[in-house]
């Protein structure tokens, strides 16, 4: 279902006349971005985006990544991105879809390890991640019982030199990398910069 970089559930699911999420139309095929965001929507949860091929690979991890290889973090697969939905930072407007305030948590670069379009279709992606919170070797490892509707996945942390250390987490490390805000600072600020933006030049 989700094989070919498609952004039409992403679409489908937002009103952009109502949101100032990126709508995606332009699809440039660029591969090696990395980045999460922090976002509280219904519940907190961490969504990590692997740019290829023009678009943002993304699962949602309730827990977020932990630095202990013996943990195995829950990393549902949804829909692909859009690339520029890597630079986005704002609040969700209120009865759209995932509503809540979303920061740039973490960005940078991943490397795969292996081959990532195989790695796709065995359920097994295995790459590195240069980010400023974050960094090393990781896998994703996709369950069987996931099915075409719903693919869960495991986030795990792989042995280098960065196992075991002390992992950052939304209450250790808050702040946006972009902005240096926290969802708290985005929750108060009641329109995004760029809905403020766009206010003030259609009114003067
Ligand atoms: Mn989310």
Same mark, same amino acid.
Do not use: H, I, M
């Given at each position: 279902m989700r094989q070919e970089s498609d952004l039409s559930e992403y679409q489908r699911k937002r009103n952009f006349q109502n949101t100032? +999420?990126? +709508? &995606?139309?332009k699809i440039p095929k660029k591969s090696g971005d990395y980045m999460i965001h922090l976002h509280d929507a219904r519940r907190l949860h961490f969504d990590l985006r692997l740019e290829w091929k023009g678009v943002l690979k993304s699962w949602a991890i309730p827990k977020g990544p932990s630095y202990d290889p013996k943990v195995k973090r829950l990393a549902v697969r949804t829909e692909d991105h859009p690339d %520029? #939905? =890597? !630079?986005y930072e704002g609040v969700i407007p %209120? =009865? !759209? #879809? &995932?509503a809540g305030p979303s920061l740039i948590w973490d960005a940078g670069n991943f490397i795969p390890l292996d081959d990532f379009d195989r790695g796709f279709k065995k359920g097994h992606l295995r790459f590195r991640i240069e980010g400023i919170k974050l960094k090393g070797d990781w896998s994703l490892i996709k369950l069987k019982e996931s099915d075409e509707k719903k693919e869960n996945w495991l986030l795990v942390k792989e042995n %280098? +030199? #960065? $196992?075991?250390s002390i992992t950052p987490t939304h209450e250790n490390a808050p702040e946006s990398? $972009?902005? &240096?805000?926290?969802l708290e600072e985005l929750k108060t600020e009641k329109k995004s910069l760029k809905q403020i933006l766009k206010k003030i030049l259609f009114l003067n």
């Open positions: 100032d +999420e990126p +709508e &995606g139309v %520029d #939905y =890597k !630079s %209120d =009865k !759209s #879809y &995932g %280098d +030199e #960065y $196992a075991n990398v $972009a902005t &240096g805000r926290t």
